[in-house]
């Protein structure tokens, strides 16, 4: 059984930094496209940013030049870079990656609080 640990979330204040990091556990398997996710409080979840083995990447419109998303491909473990960060970026993050055989895996989520 594969899983995906999320770490790094915390309390920043505004205009500060962090970095989360999500390793593979377990089976591993090795990962196609891996990227992280967000849900703020009464929103629907949202992804933040990808990025395939190959290392092509996408940011949504919301984060793109404030965070960066990078990974280890030997070991299945992708990072998000977050600076500047805003009040609106506030919510639990959640790791993803989509293994080679096609299946989807999730962290539990790490939270990110943002205060203004």
């Known amino acids: 059984q594969v899983q995906l640990v999320e770490s790094g979330g915390g309390l920043v204040q505004a205009g500060g930094s962090l970095r989360l990091s999500c390793a593979a556990s377990?089976?591993?398997?090795?990962?196609?496209?891996m990227g992280w996710f967000r849900q703020a409080p009464g929103q629907q979840r949202e992804l933040v940013a990808t990025?395939?083995?190959?290392?092509?990447?996408y940011y949504a419109a919301s984060v793109k030049g404030r965070f960066t998303i990078s990974r280890d491909n030997a070991d299945d473990t992708v990072f998000l870079q977050m600076n500047s960060l805003k009040a609106g970026d506030t919510g639990v993050y959640y790791c993803?990656?989509?293994?080679?055989?096609?299946?989807?895996?999730w962290g539990k989520g790490t939270l990110v609080t943002v205060s203004s």
């Open positions: 993803w990656g989509t293994a080679l055989g096609g299946a989807d895996y």
């Open positions: 990025m395939a083995s190959g290392g092509s990447t």
């Open positions: 377990g089976n591993i398997a090795k990962f196609n496209t």
